[in-house]
């Protein structure tokens, strides 16, 4: 079930354009990574999703319907540019923003002291946000973006400014609201938390659409028959064993065992590679290679830009 | 609608609970009358200090009409030779020389000082002397010297205007001129003041970064519009502000100082006045003054006040916030703000000209044209002004002040989300152009 709908988006600025015929499909109830280089044209994407801006051609589809500026209010939205008012005080604040969003003081009040209790924060509820660190008000930032409790929830880059003992809470929470059955559009530069996060991902290079689909099926997609194998012995000897067959592309030491990246050719099989190895040592163990995402990524951009 | 509601009360609340705006708010009231304390004091002081000026009188017929007044006190040489008599201003500790030559008529007087004299003691004497030479020439034609005592040259011009029933009603020029002046500076001001605050608002919120958060949860309009009516309200609480404290601070004064009559008074006698006349003058002086505040159009005037008030601050407010849009912080507001900021102060050199003509064709076009018309026209309407020039002015104002936020708000709803760019103006035309 497609939860948010993209179609033939294009969007031209006055200098360049920022997307060009780019649809996607967003599932619902999963976490969705929307990945590129700078200047890609995610945040033109993501403002269009979020109502402010209008594409030139194309639409979008929310639940099912042509996206319009009441779905804003089911949206939460973490721009990667954030900020709060300095002056005022943290409180009144998450009171404002929340209201914006449509809710009602009273029912505001109610689970923003939830998630103040929640973070450990209540003491911060009458201080002016100049007084608070970066990172306490990335803090007040998120807690402002989910607590209208929107079905589609859009991170950019929600992990700068915090220290790895928060990224993990913050972690937490947002595979809590994925539990909870919110749609998550997560965009960031930091493929590891992508790898740990994502169910889905999209890649935009040069404003179109390079690649989406199921992380685990692009992986599949893009592994390049490239094995590990770990054995005891002579390193010399099998090396110059290589025939045509196979290509060594690395090796290392890794707990007394020597480690041999080695790429299959012409159609070898892992079996036929164990076989020839056999005379040369002895053989610990062996395992395919999954190109990370971070390796997907290098290579789809590097390959599109040349 | 209840989002603008929302922006309004915090964009209102944030600055009324501003310590600047509470201390400005009180301060400058108390400034004013400070200030208005000072220059009077300073003026008590100067008439207190008399000036002698020794008189050597070759001709010798002056000695009776040259009297002393307050700050001027005559005293007189023995006809001595003028090189003795400039030694004897150091030496007499003397603040002038006046020398009358033999015959006045083909020869000039001096005042010889050692500091520029000051015009007021210039003209008292110049009025003695013209004086005597008027009485001496009058009485050798043969004029009784009765009749010329008679001859009152004091002159009062009451202004009396006539309405189209015929009714005769006390005018004032001055009335008019001080209310249409005052007015007209109220909202120069206030759009200048007010204006910058919203531009100032639009660049703090895109500093902060603060932007982006609120355009997802409400149109850019929505948040211009809410900043811009928020100012205004601030606007107006810190105005009626000042008229209340105004108000208290005019009856304390009054209390502190005793009544004004005594002044009046005070005036009169000084002016060397009968004393059966004072008391008509006193009459006349008081009518002369209440009167015709009286009967100015007032319902008009503040009408128009408020009109003009709101109209001019919308319309250069969201010209403010455009270019609050367009910057990223406040230095870069210079090559932008000088459009704006020229019609602004061009409008009150303006209301000076009008001041001396208010139906003069500079008067008329710069209070139909809008971007000058709320000042300008403020000026004039103590006046009079015709019913269509004020309802063609106010109907162009409304006009054009849709057109400057539908504009301002295109530019700010582009502008407001791109960072670290500088502009010019040929990029401000395609946005406008831009379909956004």
């Known amino acids: 079930m497609s939860f948010l709908e993209i179609k033939n988006i294009s969007k031209n600025f006055v200098n360049h354009q920022a997307l060009n015929d780019v649809s996607l499909s967003v599932p619902e109830g999963k976490i969705f990574g929307l990945l590129g280089p700078n200047g890609a044209g995610k945040t033109t994407l993501i403002r269009i999703i979020n109502h402010?801006?209008?594409?030139?051609?194309?639409?979008?589809?929310?639940?099912?319907?042509?996206?319009?500026?009441?779905?804003?209010?089911?949206?939460?939205?973490?721009?990667?540019?954030?900020?709060?008012?300095?002056?005022?005080?943290?409180?009144?604040?998450?009171?404002?923003?929340?209201?914006?969003?449509?809710?009602?003081?009273?029912?505001?009040?109610?689970?923003?002291?939830?998630?103040?209790?929640?973070?450990?924060?209540?003491?911060?509820?009458?201080?002016?946000?100049?007084?608070?660190?970066?990172?306490?008000?990335?803090?007040?930032?998120?807690?402002?973006?989910?607590?209208?409790?929107?079905?589609?929830?859009?991170?950019?880059?929600?992990?700068?400014?915090?220290?790895?003992?928060?990224?993990?809470?913050?972690?937490?929470?947002?595979?809590?609201?994925?539990?909870?059955?919110?749609?998550?559009?997560?965009?960031?530069?930091?493929?590891?938390?992508?790898?740990?996060?994502?169910?889905?991902?999209?890649?935009?290079?040069?404003?179109?659409?390079?690649?989406?689909?199921?992380?685990?099926?692009?992986?599949?997609?893009?592994?390049?028959?490239?094995?590990?194998?770990?054995?005891?012995?002579?390193?010399?000897?099998?090396?110059?064993?290589?025939?045509?067959?196979?290509?060594?592309?690395?090796?290392?030491?890794?707990?007394?065992?020597?480690?041999?990246?080695?790429?299959?050719?012409?159609?070898?099989?892992?079996?036929?590679?164990?076989?020839?190895?056999?005379?040369?040592?002895?053989?610990?163990?062996?395992?395919?290679?999954?190109?990370?995402?971070?390796?997907?990524?290098?290579?789809?951009?590097?390959?599109?830009?040349? | 609608m209840n989002k603008i509601a929302l922006i309004i009360q915090r964009e209102y609340l944030a600055r009324v609970r501003n310590k600047t705006f509470i201390i400005l708010t009180l301060l400058a009231p108390l400034l004013m009358v400070g200030f208005i304390a000072v220059i009077v004091y300073l003026s008590t002081l100067k008439s207190d200090k008399t000036q002698s000026i020794l008189v050597n009188d070759h001709s010798g017929i002056f000695k009776e009409s040259l009297t002393d007044s307050k700050t001027v006190?005559?005293?007189?040489?023995?006809?001595?030779?003028?090189?003795?008599?400039?030694?004897?201003?150091?030496?007499?500790?003397?603040?002038?020389?006046?020398?009358?030559?033999?015959?006045?008529?083909?020869?000039?007087?001096?005042?010889?000082?050692?500091?520029?004299?000051?015009?007021?003691?210039?003209?008292?004497?110049?009025?003695?002397?013209?004086?005597?030479?008027?009485?001496?020439?009058?009485?050798?034609?043969?004029?009784?010297?009765?009749?010329?005592?008679?001859?009152?040259?004091?002159?009062?011009?009451?202004?009396?205007?006539?309405?189209?029933?015929?009714?005769?009603?006390?005018?004032?020029?001055?009335?008019?001129?001080?209310?249409?002046?005052?007015?007209?500076?109220?909202?120069?001001?206030?759009?200048?003041?007010?204006?910058?605050?919203?531009?100032?608002?639009?660049?703090?919120?895109?500093?902060?970064?603060?932007?982006?958060?609120?355009?997802?949860s409400v149109k850019p309009f929505q948040l211009m519009m809410g900043k811009i009516i928020g100012v205004a309200l601030v606007a107006f609480t810190q105005l009626a502000l000042w008229i209340i404290f105004g108000v208290i601070i005019m009856f304390a004064a009054q209390s502190f100082m005793g009544d004004t009559g005594s002044v009046q008074e005070q005036v009169l006698q000084s002016q060397n006045m009968a004393p059966e006349m004072q008391e008509v003058m006193n009459n006349t002086a008081f009518n002369d003054i209440v009167a015709p505040i009286m009967n100015l159009p007032v319902f008009s005037i503040l009408f128009s006040f408020v009109f003009y008030f709101i109209g001019g601050y919308l319309l250069y407010a969201s010209l403010f916030a455009a270019i609050g849009g367009a910057v990223d912080n406040e230095t870069d507001t210079q090559q932008f703000m000088l459009p704006i900021t020229m019609p602004l102060i061009l409008s009150l050199i303006v209301a000076q000209t009008v001041m001396q003509n208010p139906e003069g064709p500079a008067a008329f076009w710069f209070s139909i044209v809008p971007l000058t018309s709320p000042v300008v026209m403020m000026m004039r309407i103590p006046y009079g002004v015709p019913a269509w020039e004020l309802i063609l002015s106010m109907a162009l104002l409304v006009l054009t002040f849709i057109g400057t936020t539908w504009l301002a708000a295109k530019i700010y709803r582009i502008g407001i989300l791109i960072y670290g760019k500088k502009f010019s103006y040929k990029d401000l035309w395609m946005w406008l152009r831009f379909k956004g």
């Not at chain 1, 929310?62 to 005022?88: N, T, W």
């Not at chain 2, 007189?76 to 007499?92: H, P, Q, R, S, Y």
Request: aromatic letters at 10%.
């Open chain 1, 52 to 306: 402010i801006t209008v594409p030139d051609s194309g639409e979008v589809w929310f639940e099912g319907k042509k996206l319009d500026a009441e779905h804003v209010l089911q949206i939460g939205y973490l721009p990667e540019e954030r900020g709060l008012y300095k002056k005022m005080k943290t409180g009144e604040q998450a009171l404002y923003f929340a209201q914006l969003k449509g809710m009602k003081r009273s029912e505001a009040m109610e689970k923003l002291k939830y998630w103040f209790q929640k973070f450990e924060i209540e003491s911060w509820w009458n201080k002016k946000v100049e007084e608070l660190s970066k990172g306490m008000q990335q803090k007040v930032q998120f807690i402002v973006t989910i607590l209208h409790e929107p079905k589609l929830l859009i991170f950019d880059e929600p992990f700068s400014g915090f220290d790895p003992i928060n990224v993990n809470i913050l972690k937490e929470e947002i595979l809590n609201l994925k539990k909870n059955g919110s749609t998550i559009i997560f965009s960031t530069h930091n493929m590891a938390s992508v790898e740990e996060l994502c169910d889905n991902i999209a890649l935009i290079n040069n404003s179109k659409k390079v690649l989406d689909g199921d992380v685990n099926d692009i992986k599949q997609q893009f592994k390049q028959n490239v094995y590990d194998l770990h054995f005891k012995g002579s390193f010399d000897k099998f090396s110059a064993s290589v025939t045509a067959d196979y290509k060594i592309e690395s090796v290392r030491q890794e707990n007394g065992n020597t480690v041999c990246r080695v790429k299959l050719l012409n159609g070898t099989t892992t079996n036929q590679l164990l076989s020839g190895m056999l005379q040369y040592g002895e053989i610990v163990g062996m395992n395919e290679v999954i190109p990370s995402i971070n390796d997907i990524f290098i290579q789809v951009v590097e390959g599109e830009n040349n």
């Open chain 2, 73 to 216: 006190k005559f005293s007189f040489t023995e006809n001595v030779d003028d090189e003795i008599a400039k030694k004897l201003i150091t030496e007499g500790n003397y603040y002038a020389l006046l020398i009358i030559p033999d015959t006045i008529s083909d020869k000039r007087l001096e005042l010889i000082s050692e500091n520029q004299v000051n015009i007021s003691t210039k003209l008292y004497i110049s009025k003695l002397i013209e004086k005597k030479l008027r009485y001496d020439k009058l009485q050798s034609m043969g004029v009784d010297p009765k009749v010329i005592d008679k001859v009152n040259p004091e002159v009062h011009i009451r202004t009396i205007k006539i309405n189209k029933e015929g009714k005769e009603e006390i005018s004032s020029a001055e009335a008019a001129l001080g209310i249409g002046y005052v007015s007209s500076f109220l909202i120069y001001m206030f759009i200048f003041i007010y204006g910058a605050m919203v531009m100032r608002g639009v660049i703090e919120e895109k500093t902060n970064r603060v932007v982006e958060i609120i355009i997802s």
